[in-house]
T-cell receptor, first 114, second 114 residues
Framework: KAGVTQTPRYLIKTRGQQVTLSCSPISGHRSVSWYQQTPGQGLQFLFE???????NKGNFPGRFSGRQFSNSRSEMNVSTLELGDSALYLCASSLTADLAYEQYFGPGTRLTVT | SQQGEEDPQALSIQEGENATMNCSYKTSINNLQWYRQNSGRGLVHLILIRSNEREKHSGRLRVTLDTSKKSSSLLITASRAADTASYFC??????????????FGQGTILTVHP
């Protein structure tokens, strides 16, 4: 069974631009969560989607948004990029939304904002 | 905010030795998971222990959970150079709004010298 895939793997953007990251979960997984990892703040939860519905959202500004499609693939969007948005963005998929099962992570998208 | 605190922040050992990492958390949990991350890549799921379990084994890994002390430990026996990585504990809060949200510790950087 293929693992979680994320595209692109690396991205360089300039301040003020917007970016869209994509995540394809493991086949059969319906829950997709997104996390931001930075050296200063560590791993922080962005949001979670299950059956195309956002079930939970972390403490991030409205510039961070996401969505999930009927095939469970998910995208996250960051508008008006700031230097502080430079980070490794990780998505994770799980069978259900209640964390009774393991979350499996993709390789991440490394975003650099200049 | 980071719920988990991991100890030590860095650990350096020789191949063949055992490595023990500790994790403390603040709120009641349903499950606790341990992950490994190699050099800024994606997280690899190691083991999940439920709140009603006290100990779990997987290959060279042994995890304990003490919910009364809100702490967990990860023991890697007979360490190998390939075990060099950052190790994170992650918890899900016993809350109705915790869908998909894992709260991570800051991690322990393990270096295993050949």
């Amino acid at each position: 069974k293929a693992g979680v895939t994320q595209t692109p793997r690396y991205l360089i953007k300039t301040r003020g631009q917007q970016v869209t990251l994509s995540c394809s979960p493991i086949s059969g997984h319906r829950s997709v969560s997104w996390y931001q990892q930075t050296p200063g703040q560590g791993l922080q939860f962005l949001f979670e989607y299950f059956s195309e519905t956002q079930r939970n959202k972390g403490n991030f500004p409205g510039r961070f948004s996401g969505r999930q499609f009927s095939n469970s693939r998910s995208e996250m969007n960051v508008s008006t990029l700031e230097l502080g948005d430079s980070a490794l963005y990780l998505c994770a998929s799980s069978l259900t939304a209640d964390l009774a099962y393991e979350q499996y992570f993709g390789p991440g998208t490394r975003l650099t904002v200049t | 905010s980071q719920q988990g605190e991991e100890d030590p922040q860095a650990l350096s050992i020789q191949e063949g030795e055992n490595a023990t990492m500790n994790c403390s958390y603040k709120t009641s949990i349903n499950n606790l998971q341990w992950y490994r991350q190699n050099s800024g890549r994606g997280l690899v799921h190691l083991i999940l222990i439920r709140s009603n379990e006290r100990e779990k084994h997987s290959g060279r890994l042994r995890v304990t959970l003490d919910t009364s002390k809100k702490s967990s430990s990860l023991l890697i026996t007979a360490s190998r150079a390939a075990d060099t990585a950052s190790y994170f504990c992650a918890t899900d809060a016993r809350s109705g709004t915790s869908y998909g949200k894992l709260t991570f510790g800051q991690g322990t950087i393990l270096t295993v010298h050949p």
